[in-house]
T-cell receptor, first 108, second 115 residues
Framework: SQQGEEDPQALSIQEGENATMNCSYKTSINNLQWYRQNSGRGLVHLILIRSNEREKHSGRLRVTLDTSKKSSSLLITASRAADTASYFCATVVHDMRFGAGTRLTVKP | DTGVSQNPRHKITKRGQNVTFRCDPISEHNRLYWYRQTLGQGPEFLTYFQNEAQLEKSRLLSDRFSAERPKGSFSTLEIQRTEQGDSAMYLC?????????????FGSGTRLTVV
């Protein structure tokens, strides 16, 4: 069964704009991870945020975690056409469970 | 070793046939995971190995599905008497630690089409 739910399901923006994706989940977690998937390919690990962390940065990525609201957000700044992909949050208790993803389209 | 390798990339089979997929993880990773992904959905957990031991199986893994990791290296996932509902992408991932410490490295997947 899937744990997280991403919002929105689809997002279309212009190159250079910021993209924000949200993830909500139901149970207490050890950590939350974000992955990216290009069409028809495997998933690529982007960032891991632990349950005792509130914010984490990696390059143009910024992830926040609010355990009281059981939610996380992924911000991609200064988006590029190459960022077009599906983005999944994955919650970790004993193993990893994924949400349905946000399909991001960045128009050149 | 360039990552997690899955073979074949694509498989088309007739309903009722058996299929087997192979996953070669990153060599120093002792943990191996199988997921299934249908169109427009996120990956769903199927099963998990630590070395050669299968430690967890999802209820999605019916008795037609079996996974092995005989020597703690590569793994196989077999589906017997395939059904059209088995059509999906089957993803393998590996890690050197549990998900509480580390992200997973995924292969490119095997896309199964049951006709």
């Amino acid at each position: 069964s899937q744990q997280g739910e991403e919002d929105p399901q689809a997002l279309s923006i212009q190159e250079g704009e910021n993209a924000t994706m949200n993830c909500s989940y139901k149970t207490s977690i050890n950590n939350l991870q974000w992955y990216r998937q290009n069409s028809g390919r495997g998933l690529v690990h982007l960032i891991l945020i632990r349950s005792n962390e509130r914010e984490k940065h990696s390059g143009r990525l910024r992830v926040t975690l609010d355990t009281s609201k059981k939610s996380s957000s992924l911000l991609i700044t200064a988006s590029r056409a190459a960022d077009t992909a599906s983005y999944f949050c994955a919650t970790v208790v004993h193993d990893m469970r994924f949400g349905a993803g946000t399909r991001l389209t960045v128009k050149p | 070793d360039t990552g997690v390798s899955q073979n074949p990339r694509h498989k088309i089979t007739k309903r009722g046939q058996n299929v087997t997929f192979r996953c070669d993880p990153i060599s120093e990773h002792n943990r191996l995971y199988w997921y299934r992904q249908t169109l427009g959905q996120g990956p769903e957990f199927l099963t998990y190995f630590q070395n050669e031991a299968q430690l967890e199986k999802s209820r999605l893994l019916s008795d037609r599905f079996s996974a092995e990791r005989p020597k703690g290296s590569f793994s196989t996932l077999e589906i017997q008497r395939t059904e059209q509902g088995d059509s999906a992408m089957y993803l393998c991932a590996s890690s050197s630690r549990g998900a509480s410490s580390y992200g997973y490295t995924f292969g490119s997947g095997t896309r199964l089409t049951v006709v």
